[in-house]
Nanobody
Framework: QLVESGGDLVQPGGSLRLSCEVS????????MGWYHQAPGEYREFVASISRDGTPTVTNLVEGRFTISRDNAKNTVYLQMNSLKPEDTGVYYCSARRFFTYWGQGTQVTVSS
């Protein structure tokens, strides 16, 4: 089970930290990711972090978003800074090894 939290309404330029707590899986065995789905759009990749802790972020958020993981807490984080209105949408956490598991998503709204 993957449970996201931390979504909120925030003004442009603000920050949020999303969390995804994992249960029922051996967290350390999974590559973890974050995806964004804007209203009316397809789900798209935002960031991932491998089992060995190597992060990857899409060019659209590089320098603004940071992904990290805490294997002791079975949790992956997405630190989001300098938020823009186009960052609005539902953010989904994923856990990938042989299969990909998804959370239910958390809503982020960036608006003044």
């Amino acid at each position: 089970q993957l449970v996201e939290s931390g979504g909120d309404l925030v003004q442009p330029g603000g920050s949020l930290r999303l969390s995804c707590e994992v249960s029922g899986l051996v967290f350390a065995d999974y590559d973890m990711g974050w995806y964004h789905q804007a209203p009316g759009e397809y789900r798209e990749f935002v960031a991932s972090i491998s089992r060995d802790g190597t992060p990857t972020v899409t060019n659209l958020v590089e320098g603004r978003f940071t992904i990290s993981r805490d294997n002791a807490k079975n949790t992956v984080y997405l630190q989001m800074n300098s938020l823009k209105p186009e960052d609005t949408g539902v953010y989904y956490c994923s856990a990938r090894r042989f299969f990909t598991y998804w959370g239910q998503g958390t809503q982020v709204t960036v608006s003044s």
